[in-house]
């Protein structure tokens, strides 16, 4: 029972465009949406969140935007860059709940 | 450098065998938690402890078990190893295990059961 689907995995964008990774999700409890980025050989690492009362937050070249009635969420990231290569994690968070439920990760390739 | 550290970086064993896994949480995170992320997939979550104490549970099989020690280090045991539990285990930290902590990764370590 996957809750939360990253349906590509894997995405090509030339530098400088706009990159946008995309999220599902099934359980409507979720109240708290996250994404990480991994490099190799690393750990995933915090990159935006937004609550389940907002429908976007933006932080620098990163925005994600909430569709709580599509159960649906997004990342942009503008400009994109050649450093962002990297797989993106989108992660929920249930109610009162440290568990982060992730998504199968989407690979970023950013071409210089 | 996320400040979590884990041992060791790859693992090799066959099936049948038993192997642990540890986990240094960042200075001053209480609480520790133990992902499993297999081919293709994401992160499971399996474990959360708190203080020492187990907080959550998630998809962690019988043959597993895991521990946070009075240093709050964490090991995760796997016993009668599969092929299938071939994955990356991935432990993280939290100051204090709430739902609105960040969650700091460790590097991870790689298993491989042959």
């Known amino acids: 029972d996957q809750q939360v689907k990253q349906n590509s995995p894997s995405l090509s964008v030339q530098e400088g465009r706009i990159s946008i990774l995309n999220c599902d999700y099934t359980n409507s409890m979720f109240d708290y949406f996250l994404w990480y980025k991994k490099y190799p050989a690393e750990g995933p690492t915090f990159l935006i969140s937004?609550?389940?009362?907002?429908d976007k937050n933006e932080d620098g070249r990163f925005t994600v935007f909430l569709n709580k009635s599509a159960k649906h969420l997004s990342l942009h990231i503008v400009p994109s860059q050649p450093g962002d290569s990297a797989v993106y994690f989108c992660a929920a968070r249930g109610f009162r709940t440290g568990k982060l439920i992730f998504g199968q990760g989407t690979t970023l390739q950013v071409k210089p | 450098d996320s400040g979590v550290t884990q041992t060791p970086k790859h693992l090799i064993t066959a099936t049948g065998q038993r192997v642990t896994l540890r986990c240094s949480p960042r200075s001053g995170d209480l609480s520790v938690y133990w992902y499993q992320q297999s081919l293709d997939q994401g992160l499971q979550f399996l474990i959360q402890?708190?203080?020492?104490?187990?907080?959550a549970k998630g998809n962690i099989l019988e043959r597993f078990s895991a521990q946070q020690f009075p240093d709050l280090h964490s090991e995760l045991n796997l016993s009668s190893l599969e092929l299938g539990d071939s994955a990356l285990y991935f432990c993280?930290?939290?100051?204090?295990?709430?739902?609105?902590?960040?969650?700091?990764f460790g590097p991870g370590t790689r298993l491989t059961v042959l």
């Open positions: 402890y708190y203080n020492g104490e187990e907080r």
């Open positions: 993280a930290s939290s100051i204090s295990g709430g739902a609105l902590d960040e969650q700091f």
């Open positions: 937004i609550s389940s009362i907002k």
